[in-house]
């Protein structure tokens, strides 16, 4: 769990403003379209992360030794991706205000574009409201098949 925060701590010393800096002069829509790209990927990411960890159980492992060590190595590059964007978006949000102690200066990000944590959240929202809603017509259309398939009741 130390290991963890270390990387979250290192990961906003090397990922943070420098990175919302280069969005606002580099990326198509500037900073409020980088934090639409962040706001989608984090539901992208998280359901790989879940997908890919729930195919490693100890019966695959000894079933299909390759499988489960590229779903692993998969699950875990995306749980490192996880704490990178929840770096980002972390420091989007840094009022300064943040510690127990005396207060910091805000972040570069949260100086010059106070609102930008909304757009991420909306963004964040509607990707996983349309991932929900694929996987509900996906499990219905597999439903429909399953039920089309099996005979029918005497």
Known sequence: MLALFALLVLSDMFWGDETWEWS??????GAYGFAVFLGALV??????FMLTASRTDLKSWKAHKIRSFCCTLLAFVCGAAML?????IFNAQDSGKW????????SWVFSNYPWL??????????TAALLIALAVARDKR??????AGAPAPN
């Open 142 to 147: 597999t439903s429909r098949a399953e039920d």
């Open 24 to 29: 606002a002069d580099n990326w198509p829509g």
């Open 43 to 48: 539901p992208c990411v998280a359901t790989l």
């Open 84 to 88: 990178q964007l929840v770096s980002l």
């Open 117 to 126: 944590w909304a757009v991420g959240l909306v963004s964040t929202v509607a």
């Open 99 to 106: 510690g127990r102690g005396r207060d910091t200066p805000p």
